[in-house]
């Protein structure tokens, strides 16, 4: 269901850091139902692929060489309201800007290594969770 679902992933920094368990806590304590969850790593093809969006912008091949130094949780999301519950809970994208308690602000350590990711519009979480999981990986 759109507006039911969101993808988010844990970003290498937090995965090597040992995050995972802890994001995954708040994410459910804060009422997220897992849909679908994955710890896998990104080629450099694939992550390119995922953040073409951004195919443009100065940052992209520093970005694509970060999605794609190590392993990702990648996972689906459901709540109601999902896509604007997550970015709430997650916050801003530069950690040192994020309300107190999110998990940018708890996990992250920069800008380009904020922890956590997470889609931006109903449109590209159901984009981003097909990216990741076919329909029967999904529950």
Known sequence: MIGNRTFMMIKPSAVKD???????????EAGFR?????????TKIQAGVF????KERPFYSDLVEFMSSGPIVAAILEKPNAVQEFRQLIGATDPS???PGTIRQ????SV???AVHGSD???????????????KERF
């Not at 040992?18 to 459910?28: A, D, H, P, T, V």
């Not at 953040?51 to 951004?54: C, L």
């Not at 708890?106 to 350590?109: A, F, N, P, R, S």
């Open 18 to 28: 040992g995050f995972e368990g802890k994001i995954l806590s708040k994410i459910q």
């Open 97 to 99: 800007k994020a309300d």
């Open 121 to 135: 519009s109903d449109e590209n979480a159901a984009i981003e969770s097909s990216f990741f999981f076919s329909g």
């Open 34 to 42: 897992l849909v679908a969850l994955k710890k896998t790593q990104l």
């Open 112 to 114: 380009s290594e904020n």
């Open 51 to 54: 953040y073409e969006v951004h």
């Open 106 to 109: 708890l996990y992250g350590i």
